[in-house]
């Protein structure tokens, strides 16, 4: 379930122990040559430079209800990773 607040998409997850939390999607992307969807979002928390932390999840619909996965390839992150720089620069 997607909402918008503020200009903000907001994205609640059901964690596995039942409880919900509301995070805030960064970015949403495909890559065609696999068809495999991913998520970037973030619960607003900052690390100990001040940075703000992002988590990416490989998106499966195949349940019919959205399932954010881990990523456990390693050819896959690198291609993540490179979105995000590209992201980060643009802006």
Do not use: C, H, P
Request: glycine share 6%; aromatic share 6%.
């Amino acid at each position: 379930m997607e909402t918008k607040e503020l200009g903000k998409k907001i994205m609640s997850i059901v964690k596995e122990d039942g409880s919900i939390e509301e995070v805030e999607v960064i970015l949403a992307f495909e890559f065609k040559d696999n068809q495999k969807e991913y998520v970037v979002y973030t619960r607003n928390e900052k690390d100990e430079n001040g940075n703000v932390t992002v988590y990416v999840s490989n998106v499966d619909r195949t349940t019919g209800d959205a399932k954010l996965l881990g990523i456990n390839d390693e050819s896959e992150w690198n291609r993540i990773k490179d979105v995000l720089r590209k992201l980060s620069k643009s802006e």
